[in-house]
Each structure stands twice: as structure tokens, then as C-alpha cells.
């Protein structure tokens, strides 16, 4: 069984950072890919990025494009996302990944196959 520990959510301020975790485990596994997500109640779960782990490779929606950064630790089998000038329509809960082994590039919610429980972010004064 895989599992998807987030960590790393919080309340900031608009223009704040913030730096999610997640930490996948599970036996024998060893991701090949690990993504983030999020979701604001009443949208649908909103792509992010996409993470390779080897070779290193990386994809990002355009609505963070620029301000979101990933790094990986590759021996912990660890996502993180490096948040800054967070903005209030970044608040939402957001989610690990991991998608189904050579799914579309980037995936989409369908190419999921484990979540883990999610993390708020709530941007707001």
C-alpha cells in the first residue's frame, strides 16, 4: 500500500511563501513520478506540477508557472513545493500525487492512481 504524507499547509498573508511536503512511502515503492494538485470546494481538482524522478524532469500550469518551485529528495522518496507571493485565489487544499506509471504527460486527475489526504493553504489578510 502506497502511502501520501502532506505537511507543510498553513494560513500566510498575500505575497507570503510556503513550503509543502510530501513524503511518499509504501513497500517496495519507489515513485516514478509525483505530482500536486488542488481543489477549491465546488471546482474541480486543479493540476499543478509533475515531478519525474529519473531522469529529473518537471512540468508546471501555467497559473504558477514562475512563482512555484519543486524540489526533489530523491532518497526520501520527497516532493516539496516552494510557494511564494501567494496570492487569495491560492487558497485551496492541496494534494499529492502519483500517476499511474508513463501516464499522459502532465496528468491529468485521471492519470491518479493514489491521493493523499491534502493540506489547506489559505492566502488571506
Known amino acids: 500500500q502506497v502511502q501520501l504524507v502532506e505537511s507543510g499547509g498553513g494560513l500566510v498573508q498575500p505575497g507570503g511563501s510556503l513550503r509543502l511536503s510530501c513524503a511518499a512511502s509504501?513497500?517496495?515503492?519507489?515513485?516514478?513520478?509525483l505530482a500536486w494538485f488542488r481543489q477549491v470546494p465546488g471546482k474541480e481538482r486543479e493540476f499543478l506540477v509533475v515531478?519525474?524522478?529519473?531522469?529529473?524532469?518537471?512540468d508546471f500550469a501555467d497559473s504558477i508557472r514562475g512563482r512555484f518551485t519543486i524540489s526533489i529528495d530523491s532518497a526520501k522518496n520527497t516532493l516539496y513545493l516552494e510557494m511564494k507571493g501567494l496570492k487569495p485565489e491560492d487558497t485551496a487544499v492541496y494534494y499529492c500525487?502519483?500517476?499511474?506509471?508513463?501516464?499522459?504527460?502532465?496528468?491529468?486527475?485521471?492519470?491518479?492512481?493514489?491521493w493523499g489526504q491534502g493540506t489547506q493553504v489559505t492566502v488571506s489578510s
Open positions: 500525487a502519483v500517476p499511474k506509471y508513463r501516464s499522459a504527460w502532465p496528468p491529468s486527475r485521471g492519470d491518479v492512481n493514489f
Open positions: 509504501g513497500r517496495s515503492f519507489s515513485p516514478f513520478r
Open positions: 515531478a519525474q524522478m529519473d531522469p529529473h524532469l518537471s
